[in-house]
């Protein structure tokens, strides 16, 4: 038996991506076993370090001694890989801690997963292991593979195969058995890998904090992410902005488009800020680029590869087939890019080699223009170009049966300063594997190659999120109203009032009271309580009001509304406000998100705001010029910016407002969990935005989010 110090004088990055002796128990000689994989996986691929098979029903396995137990072992261990039934995890822990272990795999499941039971489980786990110093990665991971030393401590059939050669790209993922998906189109398409971690139920260890172990790898020039939710923000954020200071590029792929098993908020923001959408803007804040295609995950690191952050989103697309190059510009279109017309200096420089081209976007040389000089010296004129950020180079069919000529001549570009994507318009797989071993990206489909680009000539550096203090009187006001659990309307149009936002007049009938008397019609009334969050749903709402008369019988229509389809609430009264009307009407709200924490969304508002979806969303708080930015991704308030001969509205009036509403939820302790303002109506340019309807939710005592 060892002592108990831990085999922790080496750093946790090499005792997890890179031991120098490995314990595998629950090892089996049953070949239909997964726990008969890691050793035999660790033999074939030719891992030089000490592996130790714990299992007590064996005294030999593989060819190797088999030991009862981890402390049976007499010499240290980095890395154990736990593959033991879930009820003898936790004595297998206290073995690890005994032994002085280093970090632990646990490759069994059936914890968080599972529900309350399995999650308690859990976190007894990581509690036990924590104290003792011991980090966990799992449970329910399928391992670590480090192609380059190489180690394959996994139980992942793609490591059945013979070879395993090592690349530059390191990848994170939640999901295991995608480990095996890259791998296997990798290595296809001449496409390898440096190193590949599932991370399980990030029980201990994080995605943040394995990829950040990446960052500081020099032999990964690329950090990829697959994942399926957040579990650690913190550790996400402090990797990203590591991975911006030392300009090492880290992409990402996001499962959920569908948003299924998401609790959506209670007020319109949540359900139009879902999981995805969610991550997504938490990301690209971060400056982590963003994917969209699975695809992707295996192609787009080679474009990435000792790139620095692009000037612009302007891309060049130079074909020999007008199709192929059409498709590529069309995706390219699609998502906002620009795709350049030829500049005048290369058509004067083509003209030289006797070819015309046209002044549409789409530069093609046609067949006559294949020949290597002027291809190079096309692509020459097009990289050095400042008025262009990205290259693409479509092929044709000469990809497919001439390689040498067709796509041979392009490797020369892989150290250009700017990055040359490759398009291949036909099966050209001979083709794509010589422009992955030269270091070009190549792509298959047009979306593909599209969406690599898109990923990063958006790429930028982490924006710095910083929050101001609230308004005296808005804390008064929170705080005067700790006791509710939300706000009223009248409250909340007052707490965003003295957060700087201008708010309609309002005016409170008692809930059997006369019509106030210093009214100037037309107005409109609502249910006030705090228990309704959307009025309109419920028939809580009457507009254009012309006089008293329209007034009272509203407010005894309303008061029966309230009586017969909501009993359980309590009716403060009617709330009437002058009718508003402007240019257009925005929803504005924020929200401590479970996953990223505060967010900030803004987008057409009105009554069927939740219906169109048509958002953005960044992590609170912004300032007023992100906020613009938000307001312009919104296609549906591009008539605010006068598209189309509209009228402008004052956008930068709404912007303020979006920026002052952004800080309820900024901050170490937030009071607001949730608060909403829909409609904001934006008047004529240099009249400003009046906030119509409110809703506030209050914070609890305990911290929302950690």
């Known amino acids: 038996m060892i002592a108990s110090g831990r085999s922790a004088q080496r750093p946790l990055s090499d005792r997890l991506l890179r031991p120098q002796s490995i314990a595998i128990v629950g090892a089996s000689a049953n070949l239909k076993k997964n726990n008969s994989r890691p050793q035999r996986y660790l033999a074939k691929h030719g891992y030089a370090g000490e592996v130790y098979p714990i299992n007590p029903a064996y005294e030999t396995l593989f060819d190797e001694r088999c030991y009862p137990n981890l402390t049976a072992v007499g010499a240290p261990v980095d890395h154990a890989y736990i593959m033991v039934p879930d009820q003898a995890v936790e004595g297998v822990i206290d073995d690890c801690i005994a032994a002085g272990v280093g970090c632990a795999t646990i490759f069994t499941g059936g914890y968080a997963e599972l529900g309350p039971e399995g999650r308690a489980r859990q976190q007894r786990l990581v509690c036990r292991a924590r104290t003792a110093g011991l980090r966990l990665l799992g449970p329910n991971s399928l391992g670590v593979v480090n192609t380059r030393l190489p180690m394959t401590l996994s139980a992942n059939a793609v490591l059945e195969r013979d070879s395993l050669p090592p690349g530059r790209f390191g990848l994170v993922s939640q999901s295991g058995s995608l480990i095996g998906a890259l791998v296997s189109r990798g290595q296809a398409r001449g496409i390898h890998f440096s190193t590949l971690v599932s991370v399980g139920n990030e029980s201990d260890l994080s995605v943040g904090e394995v990829a950040e172990m990446l960052l500081d790898d020099p032999d990964t020039d690329v950090v990829s992410l697959f994942l399926e939710t957040l579990r650690d923000r913190t550790a996400l954020e402090a990797m990203a902005r590591k991975a911006d200071a030392i300009g090492k590029p880290v992409m990402a792929y996001v499962l959920g488009r569908s948003e299924l098993g998401r609790s959506l908020a209670q007020s319109h923001t949540?359900?139009?800020?879902?999981?995805?959408?969610?991550?997504?803007?938490?990301?690209?804040?971060?400056?982590?680029?963003?994917?969209?295609?699975?695809?992707?995950?295996?192609?787009?690191?080679?474009?990435?590869?000792?790139?620095?952050?692009?000037?612009?989103?302007?891309?060049?697309?130079?074909?020999?087939?007008?199709?192929?190059?059409?498709?590529?510009?069309?995706?390219?279109?699609?998502?906002?890019?620009?795709?350049?017309?030829?500049?005048?200096?290369?058509?004067?420089?083509?003209?030289?080699?006797?070819?015309?081209?046209?002044?549409?976007?789409?530069?093609?040389?046609?067949?006559?223009?294949?020949?290597?000089?002027?291809?190079?010296?096309?692509?020459?004129?097009?990289?050095?170009d400042p008025e262009i950020d990205a290259v693409v180079m479509v092929v044709g069919s000469?990809?497919?049966?001439?390689?040498?000529?067709?796509?041979?001549?392009?490797?020369?570009?892989?150290?250009?300063?700017?990055?040359?994507?490759?398009?291949?318009?036909?099966?050209?797989e001979e083709s794509l594997t010589l422009l992955a071993e030269a270091g070009i990206a190549a792509f298959r489909t047009p979306e593909a190659c599209a969406d690599a680009l898109n990923a990063y000539l958006r790429w930028g550096s982490p924006r710095s999120r910083k929050t101001q203090p609230l308004p005296a009187e808005a804390l008064r006001l929170v705080e005067a109203q700790a006791s509710a659990a939300t706000l009223n309307e009248r409250d909340a149009l007052a707490l965003f009032c003295a957060l700087g936002i201008s708010v309609a007049e309002c005016h409170v009938m008692a809930p059997d009271g006369p019509a106030p008397t210093d009214l100037t019609y037309p107005v409109a009334a609502k249910v006030l309580s705090s228990g309704i969050a959307h009025k309109s749903d419920l028939g809580g709402v009457a507009l254009d009001l012309r006089d008293e008369t329209a007034l009272t019988d509203a407010a005894d229509r309303l008061r029966r509304i309230v009586?017969?389809?909501?009993?359980?609430?309590?009716?403060?009264?009617?709330?009437?406000?002058?009718?508003?009307?402007?240019?257009?009407?925005?929803?504005?709200?924020?929200?401590?998100?479970?996953?990223?924490?505060?967010?900030?969304?803004?987008?057409?508002?009105?009554?069927?705001?939740?219906?169109?979806?048509?958002?953005?969303?960044?992590?609170?708080?912004?300032?007023?010029?992100?906020?613009?930015?938000?307001?312009?991704?919104v296609k549906g308030l591009a008539p605010l910016f006068g598209a189309r001969g509209h009228p402008k509205g004052d956008v930068e009036a709404l912007a303020r407002a979006v920026a002052a509403l952004s800080q309820l939820v900024a901050g170490d302790d937030p009071t607001v969990l949730e608060a909403e303002i829909n409609p904001l109506v934006v008047l004529g340019e240099g009249d400003g935005a009046i906030a119509v309807d409110g809703w506030v939710r209050l914070a609890e005592e305990e911290t929302p989010y950690d």
């Open 270 to 384: 949540g359900a139009l800020a879902g999981q995805a959408a969610v991550l997504d803007s938490f990301l690209q804040d971060l400056g982590v680029l963003r994917i969209e295609l699975f695809e992707s995950l295996v192609e787009t690191p080679p474009l990435l590869v000792g790139r620095r952050k692009p000037a612009g989103q302007r891309v060049a697309v130079v074909t020999t087939t007008g199709g192929g190059g059409a498709l590529v510009a069309d995706h390219l279109g699609d998502r906002g890019l620009t795709v350049v017309r030829p500049p005048a200096k290369l058509r004067t420089m083509l003209a030289g080699h006797g070819l015309t081209v046209g002044e549409t976007p789409v530069i093609d040389l046609t067949m006559a223009g294949t020949r290597e000089e002027t291809v190079d010296a096309c692509l020459g004129t097009l990289l050095d």
């Open 398 to 428: 000469s990809s497919e049966f001439y390689p040498e000529l067709a796509v041979k001549p392009l490797a020369k570009w892989a150290g250009a300063a700017k990055p040359l994507a490759a398009f291949l318009f036909p099966n050209a």
């Open 563 to 633: 009586a017969d389809a909501r009993p359980d609430v309590r009716l403060e009264g009617i709330l009437v406000q002058p009718m508003v009307t402007g240019l257009g009407e925005v929803i504005a709200g924020v929200r401590i998100d479970p996953l990223a924490g505060p967010i900030v969304v803004a987008g057409v508002g009105g009554l069927l705001a939740e219906i169109y979806g048509d958002v953005s969303i960044r992590p609170a708080p912004v300032d007023p010029e992100v906020a613009l930015a938000m307001l312009r991704e």
